[in-house]
């Protein structure tokens, strides 16, 4: 009962923290929104019973890229002209409600098939077995490393001044 | 009425066209890059949600939702180093003014 009612206080917040992140004109506002709605979403993966994610989460988005977001914005100088809509914006609501339309369709629609049983609790031994234990992923964990090293060079190279 | 997989799923729904419309409609290159962030997150609540629910006892959701995390990661750090060196050389960061490329 209390994770219903912390999903439901979660869902309406993230909801709405994303829509004004769509809706509001003040960018460095925006960021702000986008943290609240990483937040909400970390919650939910408590809800989920996913304790190492939801830090992980909170670790990531909220610690960093939040903070990179952020950083952006003020080395930009564009939070004067605000953020604007284009030309495609009756089309790409459009095209938004088409989507969540169908995936709501086939969500509802499709016979999950729902196991009983109850969630692994703690999950970071688990996960940790999973990711570097016998038959698990450890080749995509070095290649994640790889890929974090090259966009860590990457992303200084490209801001260095000449 | 308790919550079940599908309500996990229809929020995923939910926050994913919400970022969908933010993605295509926005001009601002940075607000674009966090609708993006929010589709990434949707994403993940799906995945850690059937995760939870079908195969309680596996994680391979929540394993595949953090390797989402460092692409997420990578690909924010990449994007914004771009978005900063093109406001260096052009002044703006509306991606209807980045047009050098356009016939």
């Not at chain 1, 003040?26 to 830090?55: E, K, P, Q």
């Not at chain 1, 930009?76 to 284009?86: A, C, H, K, M, Y």
């Not at chain 2, 926005?26 to 609708?35: E, F, G, L, P, Q």
Request: charged share 10%; glycine share 8%; proline share 2%.
């Amino acid at each position: 009962m209390g994770v219903d009612i912390a999903f439901w206080v979660l869902a309406v917040v993230g909801v709405a923290a994303a829509l004004t992140v769509v809706l509001l004109r003040n960018v460095f506002r925006t960021a702000l929104a986008l943290i609240l709605c990483l937040v909400t979403v970390a919650g939910i993966y408590i809800t989920l019973s996913a304790d190492f994610l939801a830090g992980v989460q909170i670790l990531v988005y909220v610690g960093g890229i939040s903070i990179l977001v952020i950083l952006a914005i003020m080395l930009t100088r564009e939070v004067q002209r605000g953020s604007l809509s284009n030309k495609f914006r009756i089309p790409a609501f459009l095209v938004a409600v088409i989507f969540l339309g169908v995936m709501i369709y086939t969500m509802v629609s499709n016979p999950w098939q729902i196991s009983a049983a109850p969630p692994l609790e703690p999950t970071t031994s688990a996960l940790a077995g999973m990711l570097l234990g016998e038959g698990g992923f450890i080749l995509a964990v070095e290649v994640a490393a790889a890929l974090l090293l090259a966009a860590i060079l990457g992303a200084i190279v490209l801001v260095r001044e000449k | 009425m308790t919550v079940g997989l599908e309500h996990y799923l229809i929020l995923s729904a939910v926050l994913f066209s919400i970022g969908l419309y933010g993605a295509l409609a926005k001009r601002n290159a940075i607000v674009i890059m966090m609708c993006i962030e929010i589709m990434l997150n949707a994403v993940n609540i799906a995945m850690v949600a059937l995760s939870r629910y079908i195969t309680p006892a596996l994680l391979t959701g929540q394993v595949f939702a953090i390797f989402i995390m460092v692409v997420a990661a990578a690909e924010a750090a990449v994007g914004l180093a771009i978005i900063i060196s093109i406001y260096r050389n052009r002044e703006t960061i509306e991606t209807t003014d980045i047009d050098l490329m356009k016939g």
